[in-house]
């Protein structure tokens, strides 16, 4: 069902864990689909521009969503933000060998995480933010929403 | 992670069940030199003929029914529909409306689904936190049109053991309506009567007792008449056509002699071994919801939602570690929503998704419980300190 890349990745993750001070976190994901998943930023400069230097993440979801999340940390760290900003969903789902078809929202999960905190780094420090990445804010935080609504729709608060 | 334990546990019994060597080697001969066929008059085809009438009587002896009332089928899917659709149509001007409950096994309510499409009216009976239906409710909901009420016996994901006896008395006391149960999860462990149960049908498979896969079982009562599924030859006392499958059907009949002459000491031994698991899992591990009743339940399962900590993810890492189990989280399955048993009983998505199940059956040993809880103590601590949710499995801020 898995590559290797996946098993290795879910096995052995890289950049798991929660960040001590960080610049900014994110939080994306459904757990009525059962993922959720929060990055953690730590922004520098180099060269004048800036890029992460340190990512870290914690998700709740399946041996995907944990194999997701981490390579796309490893993607991501040392990258500048734009650079960071334009790693799409099929780039993780290739980097990890390919993902069975019904777990490819696990890759775009993991791309709205990094995309959400870069996001929201840019709107703490006052910084342009692209129109395509306020679409991207906007997809994530759809989610979020559609998961709040199904549990008063179940009525599931008090669980 | 720690590496690869050399001996694996295999705990997913309510999945399918490991062959008992004395039914492999029951069967061998029919792969071999007794390949008749049961219907040729030669030598040849009298004793396939004979084996299978043995067969058909020591299944009937498990479940203390008659003889010719056992119909052999291909699976307990097969049986399940087989009831469901031959009672819809044989029995549709009296009445189209069936009752069934939420926590059916997935082929009994897609069957009932597809009757809906065929102009059939279905109830979907509520549980209980525990997955218990109620007899009142069933009550409330018979009416002059049903004509079949159809409830497991025993829950395949959260073991819960409905009121079976009760729940056809209420039936035949206040309607016409056949009462059916899927006791595929039963035999073997629980006493399965079927004259003091007094229903009138009963589905039945052999992997989940220590039989092959590809066989199945239908009990229905002498004075039961509905149409069959499969037409054909007219085998099965035209209930069932298609050859006999011989082979499997041998295996079938010595699964159920072992299972009749062991239930007792079985259905003991695994509910030792559930309720020891399930204590010393609450002692070890913090936040650790039991999806099902408290007790008693189906000998040898249990469900626990691990807080925090997806199912699929911790099935795998288990497996990693060589011990095999099941989930119910929804990322195991094609469409991705959670089980609907836990649905049915209240569960949140977060605790559904969070569900492990585990079977134990006759092969497991007191060993296998050590070592599992010492390994999922340390990968549910792992997989924890990676989670998302906060203690009480939510998102937080």
């Known amino acids: ?10 096995k052995n993750p890289s950049n798991m864990g929660e960040m001590k001070d960080p610049d900014v976190t994110s939080k994306v994901g459904n757990p009525a ?27 709740f979801g ?37 993902l069975p078809k019904i777990k490819m929202h696990c890759s775009s999960l993991s791309a709205n995480g990094l995309h959400e905190a870069i996001y929201q780094y840019k709107k703490k420090e006052g910084l342009d933010i692209s129109e395509d990445l306020k679409k991207k804010h906007k997809i994530a935080q759809k989610t979020l929403e559609r998961t709040k609504e199904m549990r008063r729709k179940h009525g599931l608060d008090e669980e | 992670m720690k590496k690869v334990n050399e001996d694996r546990i295999y705990v997913d019994n309510n999945s399918t069940t490991p062959m008992d060597p004395r039914v492999k080697e029951s069967m061998d001969p029919y792969f071999g030199e007794d390949f008749g066929n049961p219907n040729s008059l030669h030598k040849r085809g009298r004793t396939a003929n004979d084996s299978v009438k043995k067969a058909r009587g020591k299944v009937a002896d498990l479940l203390k029914s008659k003889e010719d009332e056992i119909i052999f089928t291909g699976s307990a899917t097969e049986s399940n529909n087989h009831v469901l659709k031959g009672t819809a149509f044989s029995r549709k001007k009296k009445g189209k409306h069936i009752i069934t409950d939420k926590t059916e096994h997935k082929c009994i309510l897609s069957a009932c689904r597809w009757l809906e499409e065929q102009g059939f009216e279905v109830t979907y009976l509520d549980v209980d936190e525990e997955g218990y239906v109620s007899p009142e409710d069933l009550k409330e909901e018979l009416r002059d049109d049903t004509v079949l009420v159809s409830i497991m016996m025993a829950n395949n994901e959260i073991g819960t053991i409905q009121p079976i006896k009760e729940l056809a008395e209420v039936t035949h006391g206040n309607s016409d309506a056949y009462f059916h149960t899927d006791a595929a999860q039963c035999p073997g462990k629980m006493k399965v009567d079927v004259e003091e149960l007094g229903i009138d049908m009963l589905t039945l498979n052999a992997h989940k007792m220590y039989g092959p896969k590809g066989i199945g079982a239908l009990y229905k009562r002498q004075d039961v ?45 695994l509910t030792d071994m559930h309720n020891k698991f399930i204590q010393k899992i609450q002692n070890r591990i913090e936040e650790v919801k039991l999806n099902g009743p408290k007790k ?13 900590v997806e199912g699929e993810a911790l099935v795998l890492r288990l497996d990693e570690r060589g011990i095999e189990t099941a989930t119910g989280s929804a990322c195991s399955s094609e469409e991705l929503k959670a089980s609907h048993v836990l649905e049915a009983i209240g569960r949140g998505p977060e605790t559904a998704h969070s569900s492990l199940r585990v079977s134990f059956g006759k092969f497991n040993t007191e060993e296998d419980i050590e070592r599992m809880v010492d390994v999922l103590e340390e990968e549910v601590a792992d997989l924890r300190s990676i989670t998302a949710l906060d203690k009480k499995g939510k998102i937080g801020d």
């Open chain 1, 62 to 98: 399946c041996a995907s969503a944990i194999a997701t999340s981490s390579v796309t940390t490893e993607m991501a760290m040392g990258k500048t933000l734009e650079e960071a900003e334009s790693i799409e969903e099929k780039e993780i789902s290739e980097e990890l060998g390919g």
């Open chain 2, 296 to 308: 008693p339940r189906l000998p040898g399962n249990v469900n626990l939602s691990f807080i925090g």
């Open chain 2, 225 to 269: 008449d509905i149409d069959p599924l499969l037409h054909g030859g007219g085998q099965e006392g035209g209930e069932r056509s298609g050859t006999e499958n011989v082979p499997y059907i041998v295996g079938f009949g010595k699964a159920s002699e072992i299972a009749k002459r062991n239930w007792k000491k079985q259905g003991k031994k």
């Open chain 1, 1 to 10: 069902m898995y590559t290797k890349e996946v098993m290795e990745h879910f």
């Open chain 1, 33 to 59: 689909c059962g993922d959720v998943m929060r990055i953690y930023l730590k922004v520098g400069k180099r060269d004048g521009e800036k890029y992460i230097k340190d990512i870290k993440f914690k998700t």
